[in-house]
């Protein structure tokens, strides 16, 4: 097999005609380049038994090279295609026999004849695959001449043809895998849809069901199939894209659904195929949208309200000072209220974008740094600009307090509104008390601020009205304020991450709690 | 002289209101459901100018319902007056029996205008 004489050279087989095709019929088998199985194995210690020869192969030529399936006789994997046998072989219908190598012009330079291997006698038959694509041979190999009767011939024949019978028998299997990866896959897809899926035949009787459909409806298969499927989806079944209804589990109560039901043949029966999703969460959630749509209408509503009222007197006054006339005291009393109310109506307007900005921004537009609650309170107070009213205010700190994480001038917008309504809406000579202490909330550090009037309370009804943008405790129609107070404290505690819970009793004052986490929280600014 | 009482929860309004009816007659205030109701109770008014948000207590609409049903208020007119304009508004306003319905920001003289048809009538 080691070459030297360099003046040699051989000559390779032509291609077969197909070769490309031929080729990858190969590649398709996976066989290339495999162990060695003891299926081709005993075929070719077969051939070594009865046609007494040293060698025998299964041999599959690939581009570049022959690779043996399986050897008896030699240890080489594989051999250049060039100087190949059987590439030869491959391109006859029927047996080739090469009986002396070397009076072959063809054969009588490749180095398994010239070399160590010293071959001589050659008889090989193609292996067909696939659709005839003679993909290799069985070959015989001796090292001396020799004749190859008729009988002979037939014998290789017929191993080869157990050869090709090994093949064929791979490419089943794997065809057989193939197919039932195919359905494996399509069974898994089907156990795990979350639609319920029924088979049902052409009358409408419940042939088999996945899972989903099983939990949906609340009974195995074997048992749906004993209900009609009218009643469990709730329609008579009949083609349909889209159809949304309830539909019925077997222990009658209902469920939103939204049904779908195709025709199909199988095995030339014709069946339906429904689908059935529950839509519940789906409708909840529409309904949520809803509600939230509402809740904007509304807000958009009652804006309107709100600015319109301060406007119908600026509008109302300034239009009555432009076309009558009234002494100097009328009319500055009047000039005195446009001011007010524009006073009031460009304080609505901040008021509006400011809860729009927290609203939209959530945790996003907070600043927030280490704060001392106790230091905001002196803020607060000192801000009041009232000595009296500051007055009134009692602080009690907890010992051991720390800083709380939060956004200052959000935190003493909050804090001020609170305090504000606390003093308001309670006796001009009582007192506030506003009590700071460390609290953990949800395993969460935290610091509580409780702001306690002793004021005029709410009533249950108006308690949960408190966060309603522009609702106002009209109890005292002489506070000042537009009803935004609240509900923009409410959002800048939200998105803290913080809480805010309100106790008040008519006559018993009314206790604000406002609880800020020490760290900023990791997921802020859920809004109600 | 004919009468006509306003009704209104914001002072600056019914101020309003009173200046821009002085010339049709005497006018007459009431801040709420309550007091409307005890001045109504006292004398009949021709006119009767009726906000339809009241605050917290008896609505503007409620009130004109019952009082468009007493006998002994018949032929007094009622203007309903609110904030809130829109056509289901407006509409709901006169299903309650309103003779016209004003929409807040209203200028003084369309309203003097309107006043004076309905005491005409």
Sequence with gaps: MNETRDAICPTPAPLPQDEARRHQVLLDLNLLDTTPSEAFDRITRMATYLFKVPIALVSLIDTERQWFKSRIGITLDETPRSVSFCAHAILQDDVMVVRDACSDPRFADYPMVRGEAAVRFYAGTPIAAGDGMRIGTLCIIDKVPREFSDAERAMLRDLAGMVAGEIAALELRAAFERERRGANTLRTLLEHLPDGVLLLDATGQILSCNPAAERMFGAPCTELATHSSATLINMAPHVVLRHEGNARRIDGSSFPAEISIAEMTLDGHVQLVATVRDVASLRAERERVRAANRRRHEYFRTASHELRTPMASILGFSELLLKREFDAATGRELIDIIHRQATRLIGLVNQMLDLARIEAGGADQLHPAPLDLADMIGKVTSALGDDAQAGRIALRLAPGLKPVMADAVRVQQALGNIVSNALSYSAQDSAVDVNIVLQERDGQAGATVRVRDEGVGMTPEQRKRVYDAFWRASALPDVPGNGLGMTIVREIVMAHGGVIEIASAPGDGTEVALWLPMHAAADAGATI | ?121
Excluded: H, T
């Design chain 2, 1 to 121: 002289m004919q009468r006509i009482l306003v009704v209104d929860d914001q002072a600056d309004l019914r101020l309003l209101i009173r200046l821009s009816l002085r010339a049709l007659g005497e006018v007459a205030q009431a801040a709420n459901a309550e007091a409307a109701l005890a001045q109504l109770a006292a004398c009949k008014p021709d006119l009767l100018i009726l906000d339809v948000w009241l605050g917290e207590g008896m609505s503007g609409l409620a009130l004109c319902r019952q009082l468009k049903d007493d006998p002994a208020l018949a032929g007094m007119k009622i203007m309903l007056l609110s904030a809130c304009g829109q056509q289901s508004d407006i509409a709901a306003g006169l299903a309650a029996g309103a003779d016209a319905y004003v929409v807040k920001p209203f200028s003084p003289e369309s309203l003097y205008d309107a006043a004076a048809a309905l005491l005409k009538q």
